[in-house]
């Protein structure tokens, strides 16, 4: 794996070795922490070839204040509903692997024994015009995705 025993949490990995796990193990459940406006309008990834469905539960979502997102009160819960079993594999992604340490570091603080957190997120980096969706990520990695 890309990172093992990274503080806080079991570790980083790429796109790449997310998708291996959830191929290989039943139980890993990848939770994509992003907003609804993301999932919405950006896509989001598609488990269906491997009879999965990625868990869309936002950590933080709009309308804040300004320009600032608001943390969902319910992630906890709604992580425990979709996985019970604490010892299975969670897999945090966001747009850019930022937001997904802070959740990876916040379930293992409620239990979980494997949280990672998928580098490069979904988008990935930005590139040399602060542009999203060409530097690495989900996407841009060629794994399977979608957009409503």
Known sequence: MADEAVEGYAGDITPEEAWEILKSEENAVLVDVRSAAEW??????????????????????????????????DFIANVKTTCPD????????????????????LL????YSQ???????????????EQRGQVGGWKV????WKQS
Do not use: H
């Open 40 to 73: 919405k309008f950006i896509g989001s990834p598609d488990l269906s070839s491997i009879g999965k469905t990625a868990a869309l539960i936002e950590w933080k979502g709009y309308p804040g204040s300004g320009d600032s997102m608001v943390e969902n009160p």
């Open 86 to 105: 604490s010892k299975a594999k969670i897999l945090s992604l966001c747009r850019s692997g930022q937001r997904s340490i802070s959740t990876s570091v």
């Open 108 to 111: 293992t603080q409620e239990g």
């Open 115 to 129: 949280c990672y957190n998928v580098l490069e997120g979904f988008e990935g980096n930005k590139n040399d015009n």
């Open 141 to 144: 990695r060629g794994l399977p």
